[in-house]
């Protein structure tokens, strides 16, 4: 379906990029997709996605949005070997001090590497008319149509990209997204432009992964197809352990503010045996190592305010990571990008009924956006501010939050639709206020006391 606009440049083909290029298909005849790697169909952890080698929990919320943005993928993950995991009889879940219930709550997620997901979704992307993929061509800067202005006024009508032999090329178009994550500039690029400054909330969370791929029969983690394991503050140490595809498994291990990390199968065994439950360190004794321990270290979640901007140049928006990263132990990038993509696909197919331009999108897109990310950096970093080494924009609920969050685990022993209510709203399929009314916190804080 193409509603009369002409070219949309997507910068950055990982999971935001292509979500937001599989949205823009919808509306325009043509979607190009810059990314500074090469355009390889592998499942391979590629340099643009440094986290690519760590544990992705592809949560409900993602799931959803993809499968609207893009029908069929799940279908797709699941032949390419993808493991099903009924939720949540099929994971075994210690968070912050307590085994949660396992019971079947109706849905189904899905294992499988980061490389496998981001394939997949590529595939499907390929796949549009519309759509073309322009690798190893680097973002070198937006095009605005006034050239020589600093006055923040301006709209941008294309970017300029540098190809891998040297040679610079100008892409026009009606509408540029920015997908480049965590390493995004746009903000300096806005400055620089005259446009005022993006408020920005950081906060120092000083988080490290080690992660490898282990091969290990079906049965070992006792029947569980992953095991997750979150630390309630002050406790630092925790980990996942994921069935990947038939007998391969990966173990992601994850702690704060420690410099060193383990290098090897025997020294991620010796992190495990500190973790305060066995089971990962249980898994790692009769798993084989395949292939390499890989580290990576994310030392800030960042939150870009976009919206609360005065002035915002049209033909410009931004997606995924660009606006928001977060503590990823808490599997949200993923959703947050694909929920944003459905936004963005609201808006067009909103504008176009009407038969609108695109002058001002921003101000549709960026406040629909944002509540999507507000949820996920409230919850996570109410986590994170509760460890008292975190410096930044805390999150002033921490306290509050870690008895509520206490309170609602006891609960939900006994009540069955608590546990589906919590578990939709950490798999983003449901808003965080669901588990915040007066009447639900005061039940917590009285069933955290009570102990
Ligand atoms: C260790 C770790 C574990 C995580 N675990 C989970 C999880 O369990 N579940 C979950 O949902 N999320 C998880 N995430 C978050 C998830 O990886 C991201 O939210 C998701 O990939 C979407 O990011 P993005 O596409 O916005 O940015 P990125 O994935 O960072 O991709 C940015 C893309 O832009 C390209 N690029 C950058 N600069 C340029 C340029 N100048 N020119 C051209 N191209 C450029 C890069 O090469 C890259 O392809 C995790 C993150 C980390 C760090």
């Known amino acids: 379906m193409s509603t009369g606009w002409s070219t949309a440049v997507v910068l950055g083909r990982s999971m935001a990029g292509l979500a937001a290029a599989a949205a823009l298909s919808r509306h325009f005849s043509e ?111 937006l095009v605005f149509d006034r050239s020589d202005s600093d006055r923040g006024d301006g709209s941008v009508c294309g970017v300029e990209v540098r190809r891998a032999d040297g040679a610079l090329e100008t892409l026009t178009a009606d509408l540029v997204v920015d ?11 806005l400055v620089r432009r005259g446009f005022d400054p993006i408020q920005q909330f950081t906060l120092n969370i000083g988080i490290s992964y080690t992660s490898a791929l282990f091969r290990a029969p079906v049965d070992t983690a006792d029947g569980f197809s992953a095991v997750a394991v979150l630390p309630e503050p002050p406790t630092k140490r925790g980990g996942f352990v994921a069935r990947v595809h038939e007998d391969t498994w990966i173990v992601s291990l994850h702690t704060r503010f420690e410099r060193e990390l383990p290098r090897s199968h025997q020294e991620m065994l010796a992190f495990a045996e500190t973790i305060e439950v066995p089971d990962v360190a249980a898994f790692l004794r009769h798993a084989t190592l395949q292939g390499e321990v890989r580290s990576f270290r994310k030392g800030e979640a960042v939150w870009r305010r976009f919206d609360r901007t005065e002035r915002f140049p049209d033909g410009l928006l931004v997606l995924g990571d660009a606006i928001a990263s977060f503590n990823p132990i808490f599997g949200q990038g993923m959703s947050v990008a694909t929920l944003q993509a459905c936004v963005l696909d609201d808006v067009l197919t909103e504008r176009s009924a009407r038969g609108a331009g695109l002058d001002g999108i921003s101000r549709d897109y960026f406040p629909a956006a944002m509540a999507i990310t507000r949820a996920a950096w409230g919850s996570s970093t109410a986590v994170d501010s509760a460890y008292e080494e975190v410096t930044g924009d805390r999150n002033p609920n921490a306290a509050q939050n870690t008895k509520v969050m206490r309170g609602l685990r006891k609960l939900i022993a006994d009540d069955p639709k608590l546990h589906a209510d919590m578990v939709a709203v950490g798999q983003m399929t449901t808003p965080g206020d669901r588990l915040m009314t007066p009447e639900l916190i005061a039940r917590a804080l009285a069933a955290a006391e009570s102990t």
């Open 31 to 141: 979607v190009v997709v810059v990314e500074k790697d090469p355009d390889l169909d592998t499942e391979q952890p590629r340099p643009g996605v440094g986290q690519g080698h760590h544990y992705h929990a592809l949560a409900q919320g993602a799931v959803e949005a993809l499968e609207r943005l893009l029908p069929g993928i799940i279908e797709d993950l699941r032949g390419a070997g993808a493991v099903d995991v009924p939720f949540a009889l099929g994971v075994r879940f210690y968070d912050a001090g307590d085994w949660q219930p396992n019971r079947d709550l109706g849905f189904v997620s899905l294992n499988a590497t980061r490389g496998l997901i981001e394939q997949a979704t590529a595939a499907r992307v390929r796949r549009r008319p519309a759509v073309r993929f322009l690798g190893s061509s680097r973002l070198e800067r």
């Open 179 to 189: 997908c480049t994550g965590r390493v995004s500039k746009l903000p300096e690029v």
